[in-house]
Nanobody
Protein backbone atom coordinates (compact mmCIF):
# COMPACT_ATOMS: atom_id res chain seq x y z
CA UNK A 1 0.00 0.00 0.00
CA UNK A 2 1.66 3.20 -1.17
CA UNK A 3 0.75 6.79 -1.89
CA UNK A 4 2.86 9.11 -4.02
CA UNK A 5 2.30 12.83 -4.53
CA UNK A 6 3.39 14.75 -7.63
CA UNK A 7 2.90 18.11 -9.30
CA UNK A 8 4.69 20.38 -6.87
CA UNK A 9 7.15 23.05 -7.93
CA UNK A 10 8.03 26.72 -7.92
CA UNK A 11 5.31 29.15 -8.97
CA UNK A 12 4.85 32.90 -8.77
CA UNK A 13 2.16 34.45 -6.57
CA UNK A 14 -1.17 34.28 -8.32
CA UNK A 15 -0.16 31.19 -10.25
CA UNK A 16 -1.61 27.68 -10.28
CA UNK A 17 -0.48 24.13 -9.67
CA UNK A 18 -2.23 20.78 -9.84
CA UNK A 19 -1.11 18.21 -7.31
CA UNK A 20 -1.84 14.53 -7.81
CA UNK A 21 -1.96 11.67 -5.33
CA UNK A 22 -1.50 8.22 -6.87
CA UNK A 23 -2.10 4.93 -5.11
CA UNK A 24 -0.55 1.55 -5.70
CA UNK A 25 -1.64 -1.66 -4.12
CA UNK A 26 -5.17 -0.59 -3.27
CA UNK A 27 -8.26 1.11 -4.63
CA UNK A 28 -8.41 4.71 -3.44
CA UNK A 29 -12.19 4.77 -3.88
CA UNK A 30 -12.67 2.82 -0.66
CA UNK A 31 -10.93 5.50 1.41
CA UNK A 32 -11.56 9.06 2.42
CA UNK A 33 -8.57 11.12 1.27
CA UNK A 34 -7.01 14.17 2.85
CA UNK A 35 -4.49 16.68 1.60
CA UNK A 36 -2.26 18.21 4.26
CA UNK A 37 0.67 20.60 4.26
CA UNK A 38 3.57 21.43 6.49
CA UNK A 39 5.44 24.70 6.26
CA UNK A 40 8.94 25.12 7.69
CA UNK A 41 8.81 25.34 11.47
CA UNK A 42 5.08 24.62 11.63
CA UNK A 43 2.90 21.62 12.30
CA UNK A 44 1.11 19.60 9.64
CA UNK A 45 -2.32 21.04 8.87
CA UNK A 46 -5.32 19.80 6.97
CA UNK A 47 -5.93 21.50 3.63
CA UNK A 48 -8.75 19.55 1.97
CA UNK A 49 -10.77 16.35 2.27
CA UNK A 50 -12.85 14.22 -0.07
CA UNK A 51 -15.05 11.33 1.00
CA UNK A 52 -14.74 7.84 -0.47
CA UNK A 53 -17.78 8.39 -2.70
CA UNK A 54 -16.62 11.86 -3.69
CA UNK A 55 -19.84 13.40 -2.44
CA UNK A 56 -18.41 15.35 0.47
CA UNK A 57 -15.52 17.80 0.44
CA UNK A 58 -14.03 20.10 3.03
CA UNK A 59 -11.51 22.90 2.77
CA UNK A 60 -9.46 24.84 5.25
CA UNK A 61 -10.65 28.44 5.50
CA UNK A 62 -7.30 29.63 4.18
CA UNK A 63 -7.80 27.85 0.83
CA UNK A 64 -11.56 28.04 0.28
CA UNK A 65 -12.41 29.40 -3.13
CA UNK A 66 -8.87 28.81 -4.39
CA UNK A 67 -8.30 25.05 -4.09
CA UNK A 68 -10.44 22.23 -5.50
CA UNK A 69 -10.15 18.55 -4.62
CA UNK A 70 -11.38 15.84 -6.97
CA UNK A 71 -11.20 12.12 -7.67
CA UNK A 72 -10.16 10.35 -10.85
CA UNK A 73 -11.34 6.81 -10.28
CA UNK A 74 -10.18 5.60 -13.69
CA UNK A 75 -6.61 6.56 -12.85
CA UNK A 76 -6.91 5.70 -9.13
CA UNK A 77 -5.85 9.22 -8.22
CA UNK A 78 -6.96 12.25 -6.25
CA UNK A 79 -6.08 15.75 -7.43
CA UNK A 80 -5.76 19.10 -5.72
CA UNK A 81 -6.15 22.04 -8.08
CA UNK A 82 -4.55 25.11 -6.53
CA UNK A 83 -5.22 28.56 -7.96
CA UNK A 84 -4.37 32.12 -6.90
CA UNK A 85 -1.42 30.78 -4.95
CA UNK A 86 0.06 32.92 -2.20
CA UNK A 87 3.51 32.86 -0.57
CA UNK A 88 1.87 31.49 2.58
CA UNK A 89 0.85 28.38 0.63
CA UNK A 90 4.52 27.40 0.51
CA UNK A 91 4.86 24.00 2.18
CA UNK A 92 5.38 20.30 1.63
CA UNK A 93 2.02 18.85 0.59
CA UNK A 94 1.02 15.34 1.61
CA UNK A 95 -1.92 13.13 0.77
CA UNK A 96 -3.18 10.52 3.21
CA UNK A 97 -5.86 7.87 3.59
CA UNK A 98 -8.18 7.50 6.57
CA UNK A 99 -6.83 4.21 7.84
CA UNK A 100 -5.21 3.66 11.19
CA UNK A 101 -2.13 1.55 11.79
CA UNK A 102 -0.99 1.22 15.43
CA UNK A 103 2.36 2.90 15.89
CA UNK A 104 2.23 4.83 12.61
CA UNK A 105 2.08 8.61 12.40
CA UNK A 106 -1.61 9.50 12.54
CA UNK A 107 -3.34 12.84 12.27
CA UNK A 108 -6.99 13.34 13.16
CA UNK A 109 -8.81 15.84 10.97
CA UNK A 110 -12.40 16.21 9.74
CA UNK A 111 -13.37 13.47 12.18
CA UNK A 112 -11.08 10.92 10.52
CA UNK A 113 -7.73 9.38 11.54
CA UNK A 114 -5.29 9.60 8.63
CA UNK A 115 -2.54 7.02 8.99
CA UNK A 116 -1.10 6.20 5.56
CA UNK A 117 0.95 8.97 3.97
CA UNK A 118 2.87 9.72 0.84
CA UNK A 119 6.40 11.19 0.98
CA UNK A 120 5.14 14.67 0.04
CA UNK A 121 5.75 17.16 -2.75
CA UNK A 122 7.25 20.63 -2.30
CA UNK A 123 5.24 23.69 -3.31
CA UNK A 124 7.05 27.02 -3.30
CA UNK A 125 5.22 30.26 -4.09
CA UNK A 126 7.70 33.05 -4.62
CA UNK A 127 8.84 35.75 -7.01
Amino acid sequence: VQLVESGGGLVQPGGSLRLSCAASGFNMDIYDIGWFRQAPGKGREGVSYISADGGTTFYADSVKGRFTISRDSAENMVHLEMNSLKPEDTAIYYCATDDYTPGAFTLVEWGRAFGTWGPGTQVTVST
